[in-house]
């Protein structure tokens, strides 16, 4: 499951550079805790770069969340590009079009793993800090994959309970 969501995960974020914004788009490798921990907090070294996350929830035949998450400064060019406009700075305005952007990849994801059942969505809802963590029981799986661009870098990761699918 974890690659099929992988894949999910990838061509989502591919449609989404390329029908909304215009973008080249560099993809990473998917990656788990593999080295990128930081050993004092035991937390993802990446994680700890990443201020801002757009979340999306899911229930029915996948239950968990996927996330998108940037720096400020990759958020914000992130935004202005689907906003087909400069962002100079992350207002209300600007966090919910990067929720809006977390939701337009979780409906692909969602329409790619159709084939398990229903996939429900939950609003999507944004996080917005320093030095946070998004933590999920250990009965969920978890996929993470990074992605580049010309105005930096930025993850997706999801959280999907192992029995779902």
Do not use: W
């Not at 990473?28 to 050993?39: I, K, N, R, S």
């Not at 329409?111 to 999920?136: F, T």
């Amino acid at each position: 499951m974890n690659e099929e969501i992988t894949d999910a995960i990838v061509e989502s974020v591919r449609d989404v550079f390329q029908g909304f914004l215009a973008m080249e788009l560099f993809v990473g490798t998917p990656h788990g805790a593999d080295g990128l921990v930081d050993p004092d907090t035991g937390i993802a070294g990446l994680a700890l770069a990443m201020e801002c996350s757009a979340v999306v929830g899911f229930t029915g035949a996948m239950r968990g969340a996927i996330s998108v998450q940037g720096a400020h400064e990759t958020v914000r060019l992130l935004v202005g590009a689907l906003a087909k406009r400069p962002v100079t700075a992350l207002t209300l305005e600007s966090l919910e079009l990067f929720g809006e952007l977390g939701d337009l990849i979780a409906g692909g994801m969602r329409s790619r793993l159709s084939s398990h059942g229903e996939i429900h969505a939950a609003p999507p809802q944004v996080i917005v800090g320093q030095r946070y963590i998004i933590h999920n029981a250990r009965i969920y799986s978890r996929v993470r994959h990074t992605f580049q661009f010309s105005g930096g870098l930025f993850l997706v990761e999801c959280h999907y309970l192992k029995d779902c699918a």
